[in-house]
T-cell receptor, first 112, second 114 residues
Framework: RKEVEQDPGPFNVPEGATVAFNCTYS??????FFWYRQDCRKEPKLLMSVYSSGNEDGRFTAQLNRASQYISLLIRDSKLSDSATYLCVVNAGSSNTGKLIFGQGTTLQVKP | EAGVVQSPRYKIIEKKQPVAFWCNPISGHNTLYWYRQNLGQGPELLIRYENEEAVDDSQLPKDRFSAERLKGVDSTLKIQPAELGDSAVYLC????????????FGPGTRLTVL
């Protein structure tokens, strides 16, 4: 089983749609969770951290369910510029070391 | 502020040849990471440096890969000899510290081994 699993997609949605991505992780001791965004042939960039209480940044909402070891990202009112690959990222263990485990990414294509 | 700088951006070599990648992290970032990203996959950590010390190299294939960060600033990753399966994007990242700090990635070096 992979340490971080995501549905690779692609998710093809029209502009204005709401889309949700899910991610599961295997290490119950993990303490830090993130979503990174990676544009085609570019480097990954931090989109948002994921907190236990859930957090929102504009049109983006991230949620964490520790009991189910599950992370989600919700994008509302999708824009063409949201088209990218979204990487679910989990730290490797309980000590919050810098070692991050990346999922394979979920590709989103927003169409006009 | 300049981001993480990597060179070259692209490299094409024949198998069994050596290759080296260079990375200059963001100024003041003590922690430097080398990742490998295969097509359709997320980045995988190869090695992490705290200043000049390699503190996690457990996933570095040491028979052919080596890395150094002699003065605790820029870093070089080398492969010798390269194999077909080494074709990937090699990403360098840096962060202020290793605990819960955002990692900033460079543009990567796209390696093709023929």
């Amino acid at each position: 089983r992979k340490e971080v699993e995501q549905d690779p997609g692609p998710f093809n949605v029209p502009e204005g749609a709401t889309v949700a991505f899910n991610c599961t992780y295997s290490n119950s001791a993990s303490q830090s969770f993130f979503w990174y965004r990676q544009d085609c042939r570019k480097e990954p960039k931090l989109l948002m951290s994921v907190y236990s209480s859930g957090n929102e940044d504009g049109r983006f909402t991230a949620q964490l369910n520790r009991a189910s070891q599950y992370i989600s990202l919700l994008i509302r009112d999708s824009k063409l510029s949201d088209s990218a690959t979204y990487l679910c990222v989990v730290n490797a263990g309980s000590s919050n070391t810098g070692k991050l485990i990346f999922g394979q990414g979920t590709t989103l294509q927003v169409k006009p | 502020e300049a981001g993480v700088v990597q060179s070259p951006r692209y490299k094409i070599i024949e198998k069994k040849q050596p290759v080296a990648f260079w990375c200059n992290p963001i100024s003041g970032h003590n922690t430097l990471y080398w990742y490998r990203q295969n097509l359709g996959q997320g980045p995988e950590l190869l090695i992490r440096y705290e200043n000049e010390e390699a503190v996690d190299d457990s996933q570095l294939p040491k028979d052919r890969f080596s890395a150094e960060r002699l003065k605790g600033v820029d870093s070089t990753l080398k492969i010798q000899p390269a194999e077909l399966g080494d074709s990937a994007v090699y990403l360098c990242a840096s962060s202020l510290a290793w605990v819960n700090n955002e990692q900033f990635f460079g543009p990567g070096t796209r390696l093709t081994v023929l």
